[in-house]
């Protein structure tokens, strides 16, 4: 393990996580799957929010934990003590990367701003994540995923027609943030490699959450209006989307006239809806959906998904049948892919974790640690990179600093 450790893309690189809840740990954690060293700092009794949401996994992690804080080391600090922000300084200045989400102005209140720590370290890469621009009129207020999906326009892109906005099942937005911020640290590592410059990195939840429009923002803006909701259709290709077969939906992605001459000749053998005018292009079909529709639903309800997967397969049309979650993660696929582990935990005897998505040369980049329990690190982490003695620490944790 220490020789496939050491060359990993960010083995070399230390990263400082002051931030909590999903968008800040997110981005510290591919950073962690990369290679980095990861020490998350948290309260020395509540910790990171999310230890007290969802499924519990012993005592200190929940399932929500665990799904963004793998490949890190939890040290605990009372960052409201004067002795728990010297700490955090000092680890900073042994750091390459920080990350923080204080609300507005509360970093630089505990001294661990900026500007404060560039001082003493100019090469240092920080990345701010807040709810909104921090050089803007609403930089103050707080930062929340579902209120940023409201504000930003997703929940008007969920859904059908006639039911109200719909939120995305995770947050997409903290999750988003946390991938861009995790681009924005890398390109920052990469240009200080030829500069020898550190960055203050400025990520905001709504302007990722306005990122991920993407196609949707532009025809908005084009139109000038907000385009139809679709569900589980496709707002520009037809057929496209999830149809009730006899026995279960699945997925049909018909993506262009070949395949969908194919789609009714070998599939649903309905040769007329080919030879008609209004179906023979993905402009047409798109432009009669309301007609169309109607016939394709009652053709492939007439089917198994077995039946339709087969023919849908032969003719080289992209398709697979509707999951449920855990049917999904417990999959042949899944398993062959590696894509979930489990990783041995001290009091509930094992856990899963989800591996990193990442392949280098082949192989699968490994889960190095478990989520870790509230400040298993503290003290070696303190020891080994500050110095401090056993005397110390017990001082330390005796005045409820760590």
């Not at 204080?102 to 505990?110: I, M, R």
């Not at 924005?184 to 240009?191: H, R, T």
Request: charged share 25%.
């Amino acid at each position: 393990m220490s020789n496939l450790i050491s060359s990993l893309p960010l083995a070399s690189v230390r990263v400082l996580d002051l931030s909590r809840v999903l968008a800040g740990p997110w981005c510290a954690m591919v950073l962690g799957d990369l290679g980095a060293e990861v020490i998350k700092v948290e309260h020395p009794k509540r910790g990171d929010d999310t230890r007290d949401w969802g499924a519990r996994v012993g005592a200190t992690e929940t399932a929500y934990f665990n799904s963004v804080n793998r490949n890190k080391r939890s040290v605990c600090l009372d960052l409201q003590t004067a002795e728990g922000q010297q700490i955090a300084r000092e680890l900073a200045q042994q750091s390459d990367v920080v990350i923080q989400n204080f609300k507005f102005g509360g970093a630089e209140k505990l001294g661990l701003g900026y500007d404060q720590l560039k001082e003493a370290h100019e090469d240092l890469i920080y990345c701010s994540i807040s709810g909104y621009d921090r050089r803007g009129s609403e930089a103050a207020r707080p930062g929340y995923d579902l209120v940023i999906q409201g504000e930003a326009g997703l929940m008007a892109l969920n859904g059908t027609a006639d039911q109200p906005p719909l939120k995305f099942g995770v947050a997409a937005v903290d999750l988003f943030t946390g991938m861009y911020s995790a681009q924005a640290v890398l390109a920052a590592l990469f240009e200080r490699q030829k500069t020898g410059n550190g960055r203050h990195i400025e990520m905001a939840l709504f302007d990722c959450g306005l990122m991920i429009t993407s196609y949707y923002g532009l025809e908005a803006l084009i139109k000038g209006e907000d385009p139809l909701r679709y569900g589980n259709a496709h707002p520009s290709i037809m057929p496209y989307g999830v149809f009730d077969a006899e026995d279960g939906p699945l997925v049909i992605a018909v993506g262009n006239n070949r395949q969908y001459e194919r789609f009714c000749r070998e599939v649903i053998e309905r040769p007329d809806l080919v030879e008609d005018d209004r179906f023979r292009t993905n402009l047409s079909r798109t432009a009669n959906r309301e007609v169309l529709a109607p016939e394709l639903e009652r053709e492939i309800g007439k089917r198994t998904r077995q039946v339709l997967l087969e023919r849908l397969t032969r003719a080289c049309i992209p398709c697979g049948e509707v999951a449920g979650l855990h049917e999904a993660l417990t999959s042949t696929r899944a398993a062959e892919a590696g894509l979930v582990t489990t990783c041995t935990h001290p009091e509930a005897g094992s856990t899963h974790v989800l591996a990193p998505p990442y392949r280098f040369d082949g192989a699968r980049l490994p889960v190095r640690s478990a989520p870790p329990q509230l400040g298993e690190g503290t003290n070696e982490v303190l020891r080994s990179l500050l110095g401090l003695s056993e005397q110390r620490l017990s001082q330390l944790k005796a005045d409820g600093v760590v």
